[in-house]
């Protein structure tokens, strides 16, 4: 089964601080990874995609993913948190048993709260 | 580049009615997407439009409905609200072509309250 797992309700960080946002995925064949944000009555904004080649990615904003293949994971990470970083976060990942289409399976979602 | 619109923003029913939700893609898009989002089951997935064309569709049972049209922009339906049926509705767009890895962008959703 094709699945995406955030094992973080939440996520509480000091302004400053390292974030680390964890993913992990389960798929057939190789994975088409993605991480979406969504602040409080919004939609969701895109922030970085894996597709293939390097293992680290770097997106909107200062965020960067690492994928690792043997671990199955695609953490969401960034060097230095602001307060402007809460929100909910969310990991998805393509679904590809229904063929070249749009559908994206998503994770639970982690809420990150960074403290001043 | 003007991003993806829906509209009704806010949308109160009642059981039993009917709603039809609106979404125009971002220009040049031609893949249209919807979700649902709940607290409790989180994001899923209702169905994606492709040139006017169905090309997938989610768990959900026929009261749920969509179409494209020729311009891309989508609308979807449903019939006889239930109170589960209370939700963000989310629609994204992507180019739709050159392969699955395409992003989606996603429009600020309409949130439905039934009552």
């Known amino acids: 089964a094709q699945s995406v797992a955030q094992p973080e309700d939440q996520v509480n960080v000091a302004e400053g601080n390292p974030l680390t946002v964890k993913c992990t995925y389960s798929?057939?064949?190789?994975?088409?990874l993605f991480w979406y944000v969504q602040y409080p009555n919004r939609g969701l904004q895109f922030l970085l995609k894996?597709?293939?080649?390097?293992?680290l990615v770097k997106g909107s904003y200062g965020f960067e993913a690492e994928f690792n293949k043997s671990q199955t994971s695609f953490h969401l990470k960034k060097p230095s948190a602001l307060v402007s970083d809460s929100a909910l976060y969310f990991c998805?990942?393509?679904?590809?048993?229904?063929?070249?289409?749009?559908?994206?399976?998503f994770g639970q979602g982690t809420t990150l709260q960074v403290k001043p | 580049k003007a991003g993806v619109t829906q509209t009704p923003r806010y949308l109160i029913k009642t059981r039993g009615q009917q709603v039809t939700l609106s979404c125009s893609p971002i220009?040049?898009?031609?893949?249209v997407s919807w979700y649902q989002q709940t607290p409790g089951q989180g994001l899923q997935f209702l169905f994606e439009y492709f040139s006017e064309t169905q090309r997938n569709k989610g768990n959900f049972p026929g009261r749920f409905s969509g179409r494209q049209f020729s311009n891309s922009r989508s609308e979807m339906n449903v019939s006889t609200l239930e109170l589960g049926d209370s939700a963000l509705y989310l629609c994204a767009s992507s180019l739709g072509t050159g392969g699955s890895y395409n992003e989606q962008f996603f429009g600020p959703g309409t949130r439905l309250t039934v009552l």
């Open positions: 894996y597709i293939t080649g390097d293992n």
């Open positions: 998805a990942v393509r679904d590809m048993r229904s063929g070249n289409t749009g559908k994206l399976i």
């Open positions: 220009s040049g898009h031609r893949s």
């Open positions: 798929v057939s064949g190789n994975p088409y």
